[in-house]
């Protein structure tokens, strides 16, 4: 009976064994997930057995994070998360204003999500880095908080689509980097005049899919922005236009194109896409004429404004007269405007020669020379000009064409000359030639042999043999209204004899 009681106890153990460790199992298995969660929290955290934390500086790069750590300091003034798992960057990264913070840098994170009001507790930033991520869309908006901005590097991302609003409020942005990215379209309006960002000196959207640019606009810059505009390795169409841009970029020394030089390629329109350095373009495709800076060309009384574009932007500047001679305080004909730029004039011939702009700047000194060239007449003068010598040079050629058809096409008027010898027509004309010296009386008419017209050898009389008109001699050889004798042959004049060869034939001596 003993032993029965004793095996029963035991039964009553087991199943009591058996029921604890059941509830702890179950206990156990409710436990997990507040374990996990507890956990997950304690990843979250900042800590700096992981992380780099420097006075201000904390740098968690290559530290296997999945979120941002929260518990940040608020004097964190940099803040390094590159190379983790972080692909979103939500609202609440931060929950409170990290007022000190001013370099932030993401990159090489997978990122492929930015809430839009992912910076509102970091507004001081003035370096922001999220390159080489899987940023795709820029909304509008999305930097508006960032006033204070001046570094920003978007690049090696898969960016397509970006809002126009997108940097807009990016009042203090200085360098924008979008390079390697999917942009197609050239965003110009941030650096056109009214709408350009006022600070902003580079603007990089090299290696892009941008197929065509508004050459015009950009030529039109100053050069202190072109020097900063970097548009490379993108499938440009190859045109004669492009090459103009890039060769006189070339020739100003702007960075753009001196440190990308063989970089500047573009598309040969066809089937095969061919890719061709821009600056061939002269000398294989497009046979492009060759691009000089040219020089300033003027008249005399004109005025004329020299500008001393410069590479970079505000520095002081001053102008030197030909000769290296500094511009003087009070001129009339050379005075310096207010944008710097040199007004010279009215013109005269002395100032022609080589003006130098010499700017000053925080980062480097410039010299830029501009020669002017002056006309030694006005321009309407040069009209002038260039009518009277056009019309003297269209009367030559019109007087020797009029020579040549007299000569060649002339018909004769005479009605011997069908059928005749040249050689004894031309004696017998030779023989008609009045020959004062040798002159002689002649009773009547004759005619010149070979030639159908009357010729009458006539000496000169002796003035007492003339006709008087009342005592006086006739001056002008006026006829004689009488008729000699029954021939009713009628008085010439001397004049006459001299003139009457064939009246309406060339005189040959």
């Known amino acids: 009976m003993m032993g029965v009681s004793v095996w029963i106890s035991q039964l009553v153990t087991v199943a009591a064994l058996r029921r604890r460790s059941f509830i702890a199992v179950v206990f156990l298995a409710l436990l997990l997930p507040t374990a996990r969660a507890k956990g997950q929290s304690l990843l979250k955290r900042l800590d700096c057995r992981t992380c780099v934390c420097a006075s201000n500086i904390?740098?968690?790069?290559?530290?296997?994070?999945?979120?941002?750590?929260?518990?940040l300091p608020k004097y964190t003034?940099?803040?390094?998360?590159?190379?983790?798992?972080?692909?979103?960057?939500?609202?609440?990264?931060?929950?409170?204003s990290l007022s000190s913070l001013h370099t932030l840098v993401l990159r090489n994170n997978g990122l492929n999500f930015l809430s839009s009001e992912a910076f509102v507790y970091v507004s001081k930033l003035r370096y922001l880095d999220l390159s080489s991520n899987g940023i795709i869309l820029l909304d509008e908006f999305i930097f508006e908080p960032l006033e204070h901005?001046?570094?920003?590097?978007?690049?090696?991302?898969?960016?397509?689509?970006?809002?126009?609003?997108?940097?807009?409020s990016l009042s203090a942005l200085q360098r924008l980097y979008l390079s390697q990215n999917q942009i197609s379209r050239f965003p110009l309006e941030l650096v056109k005049e009214r709408s350009r960002l006022e600070t902003l000196r580079l603007l990089d959207v090299s290696s892009n899919r941008i197929k065509s640019l508004s050459l015009r606009e950009l030529q039109a810059?100053?050069?202190?922005?072109?020097?900063?505009?970097?548009?490379?390795?993108?499938?440009?169409?190859?045109?004669?236009?492009?090459?103009?841009?890039?060769?006189?970029?070339?020739?100003?020394?702007?960075?753009?194109?001196?440190?990308?030089?063989?970089?500047?390629?573009?598309?040969?329109?066809?089937?095969?896409?061919?890719?061709?350095?821009?600056l061939d373009l002269n000398k294989v495709y497009l046979n492009c004429s060759e691009v000089k800076i040219?020089?300033?060309?003027?008249?005399?009384?004109?005025f004329l404004v020299l500008d001393c574009d410069?590479?970079?932007?505000?520095?002081?500047?001053?102008?030197?007269?030909?000769?290296?001679?500094?511009?003087?305080?009070?001129?009339?004909?050379?005075?310096?405007?207010?944008?710097?730029?040199?007004?010279?004039?009215?013109?005269?011939?002395?100032?022609?020669?080589?003006?130098?702009?010499?700017?000053?700047?925080?980062?480097?000194?410039?010299?830029?020379?501009v020669t002017v060239e002056v006309f030694n007449f006005t321009n309407s003068g040069g009209l002038e000009n260039l009518k009277t010598a056009y019309t003297t040079l269209v009367g030559c050629l019109v007087t020797i064409v009029m020579v040549f058809i007299y000569l060649y096409v002339t018909p004769c008027r005479c009605a011997c000359c069908p059928g005749q010898d040249l050689e004894k027509s031309v004696e017998s004309l030779h023989s008609s030639t009045v020959s004062l010296p040798h002159a002689h009386e002649e009773t009547g008419q004759e005619r010149v042999e070979g030639l159908g017209f009357p010729y009458r050898h006539v000496p000169f009389q002796d003035p007492k043999d003339q006709l008087e008109h009342n005592g006086r001699l006739n001056p002008i050889g006026?006829?004689?209204?009488?008729?000699?004798?029954?021939?009713?042959?009628?008085?010439?004049?001397?004049?006459?004899?001299?003139?009457?060869?064939?009246?309406?034939?060339?005189?040959?001596?």
Request: net charge negative; proline share 6%; hydrophobic share 35%.
């Open 77 to 96: 003034a940099v803040l390094d998360l590159s190379f983790n798992s972080i692909t979103r960057l939500p609202a609440e990264w931060t929950p409170y």
């Open 294 to 302: 040219l020089n300033e060309q003027a008249y005399l009384e004109q």
């Open 149 to 168: 901005l001046e570094v920003l590097l978007l690049y090696n991302n898969s960016i397509s689509q970006i809002d126009r609003t997108a940097f807009s």
């Open 310 to 369: 410069t590479k970079q932007k505000d520095p002081e500047k001053r102008w030197a007269l030909p000769g290296n001679i500094p511009l003087p305080p009070v001129s009339k004909t050379a005075v310096m405007r207010r944008d710097s730029s040199l007004q010279i004039g009215p013109l005269k011939a002395e100032d022609s020669g080589v003006y130098t702009c010499y700017a000053v700047g925080d980062a480097f000194n410039e010299t830029l020379y």
């Open 58 to 71: 904390i740098s968690c790069s290559k530290a296997d994070l999945k979120v941002v750590p929260t518990s």
């Open 478 to 509: 006026e006829e004689d209204e009488e008729w000699q004798g029954d021939d009713r042959e009628r008085r010439r004049s001397d004049a006459e004899s001299v003139s009457s060869v064939c009246s309406d034939t060339p005189m040959v001596v």
């Open 221 to 278: 810059l100053p050069a202190w922005i072109k020097n900063g505009l970097y548009f490379h390795n993108n499938p440009l169409t190859c045109s004669c236009e492009l090459y103009q841009l890039v060769a006189e970029w070339l020739l100003k020394d702007l960075s753009s194109a001196t440190d990308y030089k063989k970089n500047h390629t573009c598309m040969i329109p066809g089937q095969q896409k061919e890719k061709m350095v821009v």
